[in-house]
């Protein structure tokens, strides 16, 4: 998300000088592997760096300009790292851009030769979903191949580009494609109002809004509850308000009561009012994707997941895996969590007498829990019982 790079591409038109046809190459088949589904409809892939055996778990995200890999990861592979004088934006800053260039990727069945990497740090990603983060796949390697994403089965096919016969339901989008590929997204409240948005796989959010939208266009009754929140990101944590959209439409489908964030767009990683929000894949996971980046195209079309609740808990917490334990963090002030007494650095041991041992399981229970909830935990070598009032935003 980050990255800034405008492509531009020239085309030559055919000249046939016979009264033959022109068949189109057919999309050939070069793989498929399975992927890993994290909370928030996050993709994880495993792959390798030629010439390194370590498998490495890397994020399909079309939210993502290019292709990088996690600062500890480069250190530990020994790559060489050159500077630049790019920089990359993110949700919470700005930083310098540094690669490691020309290295191959190597995942199950295809080898991607001389890709550049830039370096980041995903200390706070990897906390986030419980799960080392090595590296993030993005937008240069969706352009050359076609992608198909079956959360059904949980499995990626790759094709070389061609024609291409989509799944007879569904629908087909044609996106504008700069550094990311972009889209109209429809809110509904008491107006309607069309937001051309990032189409991000990558982001474990359902939609994040920038505040200036409703500012300059309020969609929202001037009543509308809010609740403070952090989001983390490239460059570090974010405050954002998390709230309920009465009505959110995506291509011919519409999902009503959808949770969504708003955030004040400091760094102008959206550059409103060129892009008003991030459709995320906590809603995008609903559908069996097809990303046709050559033919600038994508496919959706719904599947098993279609359905799936949204998680309208609010505690006022974030929580994360440090040193493998569940550990609660970043307390909002006046939020249920400060006032049961929690405090940052809490272990989270159980809910309602249900063992916590990892991040999916803690938010599973979360999502389908509401009003006052009991809360193990262990501060300074003793345990704890508190009582947290979940609060249903919906």
């Given at each position: 998300?980050?990255?800034?790079?405008?492509?531009?591409?020239?085309?030559?038109?055919?000249?046939?000088?016979?009264?033959e046809?022109?068949?189109?190459?057919?999309?050939?088949?070069?793989?498929?592997?399975?992927?890993?589904?994290?909370?928030?409809?996050?993709?994880?892939v495993?792959?390798?760096?030629?010439?390194?055996?370590?498998?490495?778990?890397?994020?399909?995200?079309?939210?993502?300009?290019g292709?990088?890999l996690?600062?500890?990861?480069?250190?530990?592979l020994?790559?060489?790292?050159?500077?630049?004088?790019?920089?990359?934006?993110?949700?919470?800053?700005?930083?310098?851009?540094?690669?490691?260039?020309?290295?191959?990727?190597?995942?199950?069945?295809?080898?991607?030769?001389?890709?550049?990497?830039?370096?980041?740090?995903?200390?706070?990603i990897?906390?986030t979903?419980?799960?080392?983060?090595?590296?993030?796949?993005?937008?240069?390697?969706?352009?050359?191949?076609?992608?198909?994403?079956d959360?059904?089965?949980?499995?990626?096919?790759?094709?070389?580009?061609?024609?291409?016969?989509?799944?007879?339901?569904?629908?087909?989008?044609?996106?504008?494609?700069t550094?990311?590929?972009?889209?109209?997204v429809?809110?509904?409240e008491?107006?309607?109002?069309?937001?051309?948005?990032?189409?991000?796989?990558?982001?474990?959010?359902?939609?994040?809004?920038?505040?200036?939208?409703?500012?300059?266009?309020?969609?929202?009754?001037?009543n509308?509850?809010s609740?403070?929140?952090?989001?983390?990101?490239?460059?570090?944590k974010?405050?954002?308000?998390?709230?309920?959209?009465?009505?959110?439409?995506?291509?011919p489908?519409?999902?009503r009561?959808?949770?969504?964030?708003?955030?004040?767009?400091?760094?102008?990683?959206?550059?409103?009012?060129?892009?008003?929000?991030?459709?995320?894949n906590?809603?995008?996971?609903?559908?069996?994707?097809v990303?046709?980046?050559?033919s600038q195209?994508?496919?959706?079309?719904?599947?098993?997941?279609?359905?799936?609740?949204?998680?309208?808990?609010?505690?006022?917490?974030?929580v994360?895996?440090?040193?493998?334990?569940v550990?609660?963090?970043?307390?909002?002030?006046?939020?249920?969590?400060?006032?049961?007494?929690l405090?940052?650095?809490?272990?989270?041991?159980?809910?309602?007498?249900?063992?916590?041992?990892?991040?999916?399981?803690?938010?599973?229970?979360?999502?389908?829990?509401?009003?006052?909830?009991?809360?193990?935990?262990?501060?300074?070598?003793?345990?704890?019982?508190?009582?947290?009032?979940?609060?249903?935003?919906?």
């Amino acid at each position: 998300m980050k990255k800034v790079i405008i492509f531009l591409l020239i085309c030559v038109p055919l000249i046939g000088f016979t009264q033959e046809d022109i068949v189109s190459t057919r999309a050939s088949f070069i793989t498929k592997f399975k992927f890993k589904i994290l909370t928030g409809g996050v993709i994880i892939v495993n792959a390798q760096i030629e010439n390194h055996p370590d498998t490495l778990n890397f994020i399909f995200d079309t939210g993502n300009s290019g292709i990088s890999l996690d600062s500890t990861t480069v250190s530990n592979l020994k790559l060489n790292i050159e500077s630049s004088t790019s920089f990359i934006r993110g949700i919470s800053g700005i930083r310098k851009a540094y690669f490691v260039k020309n290295y191959s990727l190597l995942l199950p069945g295809l080898k991607v030769d001389k890709l550049n990497f830039h370096v980041s740090d995903y200390e706070l990603i990897s906390s986030t979903y419980g799960i080392t983060i090595h590296g993030i796949i993005g937008n240069s390697f969706f352009r050359q191949f076609i992608v198909q994403i079956d959360y059904d089965n949980q499995e990626i096919s790759i094709y070389h580009p061609g024609e291409f016969n989509y799944p007879t339901k569904g629908f087909l989008i044609k996106p504008m494609f700069t550094s990311y590929p972009t889209y109209n997204v429809s809110f509904k409240e008491h107006i309607k109002l069309n937001v051309p948005s990032i189409v991000d796989i990558g982001a474990g959010v359902n939609f994040i809004a920038v505040a200036s939208l409703n500012k300059e266009t309020p969609y929202f009754k001037k009543n509308k509850k809010s609740y403070e929140t952090y989001v983390g990101g490239l460059g570090g944590k974010k405050t954002m308000q998390l709230t309920v959209l009465d009505k959110l439409k995506f291509g011919p489908y519409a999902f009503r009561k959808v949770p969504i964030l708003e955030f004040e767009d400091d760094f102008k990683l959206l550059n409103y009012p060129s892009l008003g929000g991030i459709l995320g894949n906590d809603l995008l996971r609903r559908f069996n994707v097809v990303l046709n980046y050559p033919s600038q195209v994508i496919h959706f079309s719904p599947n098993k997941y279609f359905n799936d609740y949204f998680d309208y808990s609010y505690t006022g917490m974030s929580v994360y895996l440090i040193n493998h334990l569940v550990t609660i963090e970043d307390i909002i002030p006046n939020s249920p969590a400060e006032k049961a007494g929690l405090l940052s650095g809490d272990i989270l041991i159980a809910l309602n007498g249900r063992l916590v041992t990892n991040l999916d399981e803690y938010k599973r229970i979360m999502a389908m829990s509401e009003g006052k909830t009991k809360i193990t935990i262990f501060r300074e070598g003793k345990y704890f019982e508190k009582k947290i009032r979940i609060i249903n935003i919906k």
